[in-house]
């Protein structure tokens, strides 16, 4: 990706599989695993064997490209953007999460993803 060029399928599986192992061995204890998960098919091998609950953040691209621009050392050139939006699979409604306005300040995010795992775990 820092040369500008998207990994494929074949590309992401290891970092997925060992992604999907780091959950399940700490399913326990629980956790946060930061993915950008944008296929389904990603997002089944992540809760393969696990309780996964995803927070889907989505905004518009301009904001999205500002944000990148705005990483100091990050290893993925805006230019890239495009081809991580075409290949974006929105949560269907039978995955477990929630979908979020990244235009919200992240503590508002938050809490909200807060209150909606919550809401799940206590059964409503």
């Known amino acids: 990706m820092s040369a500008g060029e998207p990994l494929d399928d074949a590309d992401r599986l290891p970092w997925l599989h060992a992604i999907a192992e780091w959950i399940y061995a700490h399913q326990d204890c629980g956790g946060v695993v930061s993915s950008s998960a944008l296929k389904r098919a990603y997002r089944t091998i992540l809760r393969a064997r696990n309780d996964v609950w995803f927070l889907h953040l989505t905004g518009p691209a301009d904001v ?7 990483r100091a050392g990050h290893f993925m050139p805006v230019s890239l953007l495009d081809s991580q939006l075409a290949d974006l699979e929105p949560l269907g409604p039978d995955e ?29």
């Open 96 to 124: 477990h999460g929630w979908t979020a306005d990244l235009r919200r300040p992240p503590p508002q995010i938050v809490r909200l993803a807060r209150g909606e795992l919550g809401s799940r775990a206590g059964g409503s």
């Open 64 to 70: 999205i490209a500002e944000r990148i621009r705005a």
